[in-house]
């Protein structure tokens, strides 16, 4: 059964398998360039972390695209 507790270790093997598929060339990760708040309500602080995700992501769309 699966619980609140485990969170963290289900997470961690996710997270995991998910760096593997990265390392053999089956999945991009993008990840963040700073710690974002999960409960920020803040919109400009909003609109600049949509604002990076999205620059993240047009620097990595030759990545992205490989995959395809």
Known sequence: EMCIRDSHI???????????????????ILRPEYTIDS???????????????????KENINRIKELF
């Open 10 to 28: 289900r997470y961690n093997k996710t997270v995991r398998y998910c760096e593997q598929l990265e390392r053999e060339g089956k999945a991009v």
């Open 39 to 57: 409960l920020e309500k803040d919109i400009d602080v909003l609109k600049q972390t949509y604002d990076m995700g999205y620059r993240v992501t």
